[in-house]
């Protein structure tokens, strides 16, 4: 079973920008589908984006379509999410999950390891 760690959240202004990481370890990262999502406070949790194993197919949710981009280095065993364009409501604790041999996955339900989240806070 892989595990999921994120990194790379902070506070930012309107417009800014993040990279935020999901490193991999205990096995070949390449195989997993990945997933972010995201929960502010007193919300349920969010789907952002995806990647699918294999051919890294990507999809999103229309509040981050053209701001976000997953990618993923199987090299490195870890799952990116650029976060270009930041605005106020995109603040939130964000997690990555995974799911070996996924194609695209939209619903938390479909993911079996959790990182532990990061926060991201952009002010305006």
């Known amino acids: 079973q892989v595990q999921v760690v994120e990194s790379g959240g902070g506070s930012v202004q309107t417009g800014g920008s993040l990279r935020l990481s999901c490193a991999a370890s205990?096995?070949?990262?390449?195989?997993?589908?990945v997933g972010w999502f995201r929960q502010a406070p007193g919300k349920e949790p969010e789907f952002v984006g995806a990647i699918s194993w294999s051919a890294g197919i990507t999809d999103y949710a229309d509040s981050v379509k053209g701001r976000f981009t997953i990618s993923r280095d199987d090299a490195k065993n870890t799952v990116y999410l650029q976060m270009n364009s930041l605005k106020p409501e995109d603040t939130a604790v964000y997690y990555c999950a995974a799911e070996p041999y996924g194609s695209i996955r939209y619903k938390a339900s479909n993911f079996g390891t959790w990182g532990q989240g990061t926060q991201v806070t952009v002010s305006s």
């Open positions: 205990g096995r070949t990262f390449s195989v997993y589908a």
